[in-house]
């Protein structure tokens, strides 16, 4: 089956830093990339839709200037959480989606921002 | 617009005893539902998916779901639990396989006790 590979799984960061999170398609190629984001207990809150050559859709609320998001290939989206702060502390997850394999999760990466 | 509720926020249970986690969705079209699964800092496993054809859908692993759109649910149901089935489920809804993004619910942690 389809696999898509998130790193880092975790990343302690100081306040006022970026990070970037990277989602790679194995074996397949992923035109669309969904960024959520998951807070403890909670459930995913989808941040953005990245396509592939082009800018990424937002959802209500997200700061796109916070939250940079691109999909230069096919097999690559990057998440750079822009200036982090204690409150984007957070669980991020990307999700692949394609015909063939339909929605396909990465492992997420837990964000603590100090 | 689409939503989904997740009736239950926890349910504990007794090993080997059935179980029911209850979704209900919205949608003025028609969806695609989804079953997902979370381990402890994890991403997300599809357990079951309903497309079309057969309403009751079913995993590898002893759990099946009932589409029903008259009520609009979703259930997800196992007769006999176990211990390694303590986790967090979310029940999602999209508009298709491909493309469109998936709503979540609230998800439900399901804490089975010997």
């Known amino acids: 089956g389809a696999v898509v590979s998130q790193h880092p799984s975790w990343v302690i960061c100081k306040s006022g830093t970026s990070v970037k999170i990277e989602c790679r398609s194995l074996d397949f190629q992923a035109t669309t990339m969904f960024w959520y984001r998951q807070f403890p207990k909670q459930s995913l809150m989808l941040m953005a839709t990245s396509n592939e050559g082009s800018k990424a859709t937002y959802e209500q609320g997200v700061e796109k200037d916070k939250f940079l998001i691109n999909h230069a290939s096919l097999t690559l989206s990057t998440l750079t959480v822009t200036s982090a702060h204690p409150e984007d502390s957070s669980f991020y997850i990307c999700?692949?989606?394609?015909?063939?394999?339909?929605?396909?999760f990465g492992s997420g990466t837990r964000l603590t921002v100090v | 617009a689409q939503s989904v509720t997740q009736l239950d926020s926890q349910v504990p249970v007794f090993e080997e005893a059935p179980v029911e986690l209850r979704c209900n969705y919205s949608s003025s079209v028609s969806v695609y539902l989804f079953w997902y699964v979370q381990y402890p800092n994890q991403g997300l496993q599809l357990l079951l998916k309903y497309l079309s054809g057969s309403t009751l859908v079913e995993s590898i692993n002893g759990f099946e779901a009932e589409f029903n759109k008259s009520q609009t649910s979703f259930h997800l149901r196992k007769p006999s639990v176990h211990i390694s089935d303590t986790a967090e489920y979310f029940c999602a809804v999209g508009r298709g396989n491909q493309g469109g993004k998936l709503i979540f619910g609230q998800g439900t942690e399901l804490s089975v006790k010997p």
């Open positions: 999700s692949a989606n394609t015909k063939d394999y339909g929605y396909t």
